[in-house]
Every structure is written in C-alpha cells, then in structure tokens.
C-alpha cells in the first residue's frame, strides 16, 4: 500500500490545456446588441429621440426593484415615461452588459445579462436585463426591457 501512494505522488501530471476563448459575436448576434448599445448610448446622452429610435413604442420597460426590507417592488412603465424621466438626476449616466448571452429565432431574440449602472462614475445598482429584441423591416429593436435592481453585491469593475 505504501508503494502504491508513494507511485501515486511522483506520477507526473499532464498541464491542462490553454483554455479557447469566446469567439467574437457573429454578425447576427451583432445586430442584435447593437441597438442595445445605441440605447445605453442615447441614455448617457439623455438623447430622449435617440432612446426612443431604439425601442418599439408599444413595448415596456419594468424593473424588479429589491427593497431594503427585503421584498421587491415591480415599477413598469412605457418607453416614452423611461426617456422623458431621464431629465433630471446625475450628469453621466452608464450602463455596462457583462457577458450578454444571445438566442435567436427568427425576428425574435432574447439577450439576457448581469450589468453595472454608473451615475458619475459610482456603482449604483447592478443586476440582470433580459431584452425582448423584435426585428422589423427596419432591423432589431428592444420591445421590451425587465430588469432586476439591488444596490448590495454588485461588482466595481
């Protein structure tokens, strides 16, 4: 037995193989992050007609926001209320996907992610989006946003 664990420890182990990374999204997977950047965009740019040309206006955009006692309250409300609110408030407003992950089928796709939301370069809130993209003769549009809020575990980078 003791030969057998003495073997077992100079056995030589083979390195593990250098990890493949992600391929860079396809271009159909592009097209269907791109208005979400242009949506993130025109909200740093508080640009109310730019969010607007990116969403569906028959859509809604809802978060499930977590409240400090512990329970969780769903405010929805429509594209143009989400736009027409971003007047006031901090100067520079960011929001970051972290790895989105895509499906598609067809004219619909989902896009589901953990994100980071930045009001003057501070941590606000994090949680996850899941996008509804619908695509029309004019491309993809969001039609609609749900959202997770919480203000307590979320990453800095």
Request: glycine residues 6%; contains cysteine.
């Amino acid at each position: 037995m003791l030969l057998l664990v003495l073997a077992l420890q100079v056995t030589p182990v083979q390195p593990l193989p250098k990890a493949v990374p992600l391929p860079p999204p396809d271009a159909e997977t592009a097209a269907v992050l791109a208005p979400i950047d242009r949506l993130f965009a025109a909200v740093t740019a508080k640009d109310r007609a730019a969010i607007l040309a990116q969403v569906r206006t028959d859509g809604r955009n809802s978060a499930i926001v977590a409240m400090p006692d512990g329970s969780s309250e769903v405010r929805t409300r429509s594209w143009a209320d989400f736009a027409g609110g971003l007047t006031d408030g901090p100067s520079l407003l960011q929001e970051r996907l972290v790895n989105p992950v895509v499906d598609i089928d067809g004219n619909l796709a989902m896009v589901w992610s953990s994100y980071i939301f930045r009001a003057d370069g501070r941590v606000t809130h994090c949680g996850t989006d899941q996008f509804t993209m619908v695509r029309d003769a004019t491309g993809w549009k969001v039609q609609h946003l749900t959202y997770t809020q919480r203000q307590t575990d979320c990453p800095t980078g």
